[in-house]
């Protein structure tokens, strides 16, 4: 039994980690800030602010 856990553990613990480091991947953003709220990292293809709504 104890060989089960640790054999389920081997497969596990891997995966998990793995998994953990493809969802952080890093998202593409543009410099461009917002000229009302002053927010930045917005998308590059955005045309409006994703804070307040107001145009790029």
Not at 7 to 34: D, H, K, N, W
Not at 36 to 54: I, N, Q, S, V, Y
């Amino acid at each position: 039994m104890l060989l089960m856990v640790l054999g389920y553990g081997l497969i596990a613990v891997p995966t998990g980690i793995v998994s953990a480091e493809l969802v952080q991947q890093p998202r593409v953003t543009s410099g461009q800030a917002c000229p009302a709220c002053c927010a930045e990292g917005h998308e590059p293809e955005a045309k409006f602010c994703r804070k307040c709504g107001a145009g790029l």
